[in-house]
């Protein structure tokens, strides 16, 4: 029960974030059809490993990068590109990190590349569409990353991470039992 209710409220707080854009503008359709698609890559990954502890840690993610992006976005007043409002950060950015960054912490690098190179080119779709400046891509996707170092743990196996420090450069491999 605890894994449904966590699925159900994952799938709405990714889903009433999205507007579906109404231009023309192919490269920015795509780009949010791919935020869909990413999303729902994440929830159907929690599904198909029956993943219930993961559900949560994604759930806490995302909360996380959602009310960080809104509470900058109304906070800080800068204009798009577009001449709209509520530029910095950007919250298709926030969420498609959030998720790529969900999708490699907690099942690896060989789901998060392709994760990551989705997550890339959506924040482009939002550049080329003048919807974003690219600083508020760049904060966006920090964002995103940023809680599920703290939030996600890895399923299983051997995860191999990048480890930056003050005064390192390295790498950190964990084994979970």
Known sequence: MKTVF?????????F????????????????????????????IMLFAHKDSAGALQFAE???T???????????IHETRPNGGKHSFPSVYASSAFSCAS???QRYGWAYGIPAYLAASFIGYSRIESKNHHFG????GAAIGVIPNLIFTKPYKDITVTPSVGRNFVGITISKNF
Do not use: M, P, R
């Open 136 to 139: 508020d891509v760049v904060a």
């Open 61 to 63: 993610s995302f909360a």
């Open 16 to 43: 009433a974030n999205v507007n579906l854009a109404e231009s023309g503008d192919t490269i920015e359709k795509a780009g949010d059809i791919g935020l869909f698609v990413l999303s729902g890559s994440a929830i």
């Open 65 to 75: 990068s959602t009310a960080v992006t809104y509470g900058l976005k109304y906070t």
């Open 102 to 104: 969900f999708i490699q």
């Open 6 to 14: 966590s699925l159900v409220l994952i799938a709405f707080i990714l």
